[in-house]
């Protein structure tokens, strides 16, 4: 069977995961990308758990204005070095749960979790972080988060 190397690639950016572990699963899954997906997902959930044992101790304060300039927001991101902290992978996921912190009033950070990806309602945010965790190999926690809105 030919595997597509453009679904190889999307996967990849998608997930994280190694090409060769990206080739073989859509071999086994007949090359549906949407199985695959869902496979490499949950695998990235079980790299995860391993890690939550891990100290978290390092990270990124990161902001985010909304253009309007009438919503905003400051997350603090942990992660185990200062080395994975400065990584593009991570720096994005700081970036687009400050975006999401800015879209409801969560109450707390496992409701923040709990709350579909607003780009990708088939998501949590959840799932974000344990992407990032398998890409990275580190633990990854949201430790806090603020809201700030105009007229509050």
């Known amino acids: 069977m030919s595997i597509n190397m453009e679904k190889i690639k999307k996967l990849r950016d998608e997930t994280g995961a190694g090409i060769l572990e990206i080739k073989s699963l859509l071999e086994e899954v007949g090359d549906d990308f949407d199985k695959a997906k869902e496979e490499l997902l949950k695998k990235a959930a079980s790299k995860a758990a391993k890690k939550s044992d891990r100290v978290a101790e390092d990270g990124l ?3 985010y204005i909304h253009n309007s300039g009438k919503v905003g927001s400051l997350v603090l991101l942990s992660c185990e070095t200062d080395f994975v902290a400065k990584t593009e992978d991570f720096q994005n996921l700081c970036k687009e749960v400050a975006m999401q912190v800015c879209t409801e009033d969560y109450e707390d950070v496992e409701g923040l979790l709990e709350s579909e990806y607003i780009r990708d309602p088939s998501k949590k945010i959840l799932d974000l972080v344990n992407e990032a965790t ?8 949201i430790r806090k988060f603020t809201k700030f809105a105009v007229g509050e």
């Open 61 to 63: 304060v990161f902001s």
């Open 134 to 141: 398998a890409k990275v190999g580190e633990k990854i926690e």
